[in-house]
């Protein structure tokens, strides 16, 4: 049973350039959150895809988009990268019904 | 505006002592309150759980306390173990959104 995966595991990118982060949920889940986590803080939510709909938004600009397919796997795209940027990007996936997440390893994210 | 709050960075317990760790909320509105644990290179871990209808819930070594007039809940391991050595996260949940604290790192002395 596999679970939560994420790719790519570490990125380099510089300011303005664009960045497309993927991530596949655990079998059986159909929720995909997204979570940014800067170094020495918790996961921030940036939104959660449920049915191909972004259902729910953190405090992130729009720069910020992401993406759901029907197989439940979900892109994070993120616009005119800002050396802010840099972070530990986190997936989790859950059952609509169920409270408990489940997380990917993360994609580590530099902007140069 | 840090909803979800864990005032200590660092924690350190002898193996076989309990371990505590605290979180206090501001949200009244949360329903859900977690505790994920994290090891480097490696996503946080689901642990266990509390809906805030409940104050306790126990789950073999791990047990969690929540205070809703206070504001608090906290973590319990007994015995802590070398292999607890990791950073906790407290998190809250409203709707389809969850706020993380910042986390505590516990260290686990053998």
């Known amino acids: 049973d596999a679970g939560v995966t994420q790719s790519p595991t570490h990125l380099i990118k510089t300011r303005g350039q664009q960045v497309t982060l993927r991530c596949s949920p655990k079998s059986g889940h159909d929720t995909v959150s997204w979570y940014q986590q800067a170094l020495g803080q918790g996961p921030q939510f940036i939104f959660q895809?449920?049915?191909?709909?972004?259902?729910q938004r953190g405090n992130f600009p729009d720069r910020f988009s992401g993406h759901q397919f029907p197989n439940y796997s979900s892109e994070l795209n993120v616009n005119a990268l800002l050396l802010g940027d840099s972070a530990l990007y986190l997936c989790?996936?859950?059952?609509?019904?169920?409270?408990?997440?489940?997380f990917g390893p993360g994609t580590r994210l530099l902007v140069l | 505006d840090q909803q979800v709050k864990q005032n200590s960075p660092s924690l350190s317990v002898q193996e076989g002592r309990i371990s505590i760790l605290n979180c206090d909320y501001t949200n009244s509105m949360f329903d859900y309150f977690l505790w994920y644990k994290k090891y480097p290179a490696e996503g946080p871990t689901f642990l266990i759980s509390i809906s805030s209808i409940k104050d306790k819930n126990e789950d073999g070594r791990f047990t969690v306390f929540l205070n809703k007039s206070a504001k608090h809940l906290s973590l319990h391991i007994v015995p802590s173990q070398p292999g607890d050595s990791a950073v906790y996260f407290c998190a809250a949940s409203e709707g389809f959104k969850t706020i993380f604290g910042a986390g505590t790192r516990l260290f686990v002395k053998a």
């Open positions: 895809y449920y049915e191909e709909e972004e259902r």
């Open positions: 989790a996936s859950s059952d609509r019904n169920e409270e408990t997440q489940y």
